[in-house]
């Protein structure tokens, strides 16, 4: 029984995995653009700002990826109960920092956007 949960529970956090790994561009996207259209005075800091916050999200994306495979299929011949153990906290504990990486990502750009005037007031 007790496997089946954590099966269970390994399939839900890499769901939220994907999850995540999908809207956080898609929202640094969308409020780079909103962030673009509203401070026409900043508009170079705020491209660079979003590039910026693509490229930590590409490399930390491929790097927790790579991290993934390389633990969980690695040779099955000499997996102990200790290996499996250090892949699961390995996984996990990239996936946590994952999702407060993500977060930070976002906030940093959203925070741009609570800075400047409504849409239609202009600078």
Do not use: E, H
């Amino acid at each position: 029984m007790s496997r089946q949960v954590t099966d269970v529970l390994g399939q839900i956090f890499l769901v939220l995995f994907f999850a995540v790994m999908v809207i956080t561009p898609l929202v640094i996207l969308v409020l780079g653009i909103v962030n673009f259209r509203r401070n026409k005075l900043r508009q170079g800091v705020i491209v660079l700002q979003a590039v910026a916050a693509l490229a930590v999200w590409t490399i930390l994306s491929f790097a927790t990826v790579m991290i993934f495979f390389m633990t969980v299929f690695q040779y099955p011949a000499y997996r102990s109960q200790a290996d499996n153990l250090k892949s699961t906290a390995i996984f996990v504990v990239g996936g946590l920092l994952y999702f407060l990486v993500s977060g930070v990502l976002i906030f940093w750009t959203r925070r741009q956007t609570k800075r400047m005037p409504g849409m239609g007031i202009s600078c």
